[in-house]
C-alpha cells in the first residue's frame, strides 16, 4: 500500500550544525506535503509545508525540499539549537478519501551541546 | 496548544471498563480528528469529523466511538473491546472541512491500563 517513511529514525547532531532529516513517499498522487515536531508528552507542532508544484520552500531557519522524481522530501534545520531536540514526522496528502493526512514513523533529532 | 485542549492529561483505565478522553477547541474549525500514537510510531487516524453531528471512521477505529454534538467538542471513548488500549492519544482540528492540511494538535493523553 502507499506509505510515508523516513530514512533515518535518530539523528544525533552537534549544535550549531545543519541538521537533514529525510522523508520518502511512495504515493506519486501526493500533492501536499508537511513537517511536525513533537517535543516529549506534547502533541505535534506544525513546521513546514509545501505543495507538489513547488521544489523548494523556506522558512525561520528551516527548508523542504520535494524531489518528486525519486519520491523524497527533506527538512534541514539551520545552525541546530538544543531546543530543536524533538521527534520529526513527514505526512503527505494523497488521493485516499477524505483526503486524509498520511504520517511517517518519525525521526528523532538529538542536539549534542 | 493553539487552543486545542485535551484532557486529562494522564487516564488510567482498569479492565472491562470504558473510559472517555476530552478535546475542545475554540478555533472554530470545521473539522476535528483523533489519532492513536504508540511508542515510537507515527499517527494512526481513529475517527474523524467534519461537520457536527456527523463523523466517519479511521484507521483503526474498532473498540473506539465518538460524538459530535458540538463543534467545539469531540470526545472520545476507549470501550471495553478496544483490547490494547495503552497509547498516546492526539485530538486535532483543522479550518478546513473537507482536508486535514496543517493540523492543530493537542497536547495529547496517555492512557494505560492498570
Known amino acids: 500500500g502507499e506509505s510515508v517513511g523516513l530514512h533515518l529514525p535518530t539523528l544525533s547532531v552537534q549544535e550549531g550544525d545543519n541538521s537533514i532529516i529525510n522523508c520518502a513517499y511512495s504515493?506519486?498522487?501526493?500533492?501536499?506535503f508537511i513537517w511536525y515536531k513533537q517535543e516529549s508528552g506534547k502533541g505535534p507542532q506544525f513546521i513546514i509545508d509545501?505543495?507538489?508544484?513547488?521544489d523548494k520552500r523556506q522558512g525561520q531557519r528551516v527548508t523542504v525540499l520535494l524531489n518528486k522524481t525519486v519520491k523524497h522530501l527533506s527538512l534541514q534545520i539551520a545552525a541546530t539549537q538544543p531546543g530543536d531536540s524533538a521527534v520529526y514526522f513527514c505526512?503527505?496528502?494523497?488521493?485516499?478519501?477524505?483526503?486524509?493526512?498520511?504520517f511517517g514513523g518519525g525521526t528523532r533529532l538529538m542536539v549534542k551541546p | 496548544d493553539g487552543g486545542i485542549t485535551q484532557s486529562p492529561k494522564y487516564l488510567f483505565r482498569k479492565e472491562g471498563q470504558n473510559v472517555t478522553l476530552s478535546c475542545e477547541q475554540n478555533l472554530n474549525h470545521d473539522a476535528m480528528y483523533w489519532y492513536r500514537q504508540d511508542p515510537g510510531q507515527g499517527l494512526r487516524l481513529i475517527y474523524y469529523?467534519?461537520?457536527?453531528?456527523?463523523?466517519q471512521k479511521g484507521d483503526i477505529a474498532e473498540g473506539y466511538s465518538v460524538s459530535r454534538e458540538k463543534k467545539e467538542s469531540f470526545p472520545l471513548t476507549v470501550t471495553s473491546a478496544q483490547k490494547n488500549p495503552t497509547a498516546f492519544y492526539l485530538c486535532?482540528?483543522?479550518?478546513?472541512?473537507?482536508?486535514?492540511?496543517?493540523?492543530?494538535f493537542g497536547s495529547g493523553t496517555q492512557l494505560s491500563v492498570l
Open positions: 509545501i505543495r507538489s508544484n513547488m
Open positions: 469529523s467534519q461537520i457536527v453531528n456527523d463523523f
Open positions: 504515493n506519486s498522487a501526493s500533492d501536499y
Open positions: 486535532a482540528s483543522s479550518p478546513l472541512g473537507v482536508t486535514n492540511e496543517k493540523l492543530f
Open positions: 505526512a503527505e496528502t494523497g488521493d485516499n478519501a477524505g483526503n486524509m493526512l498520511t
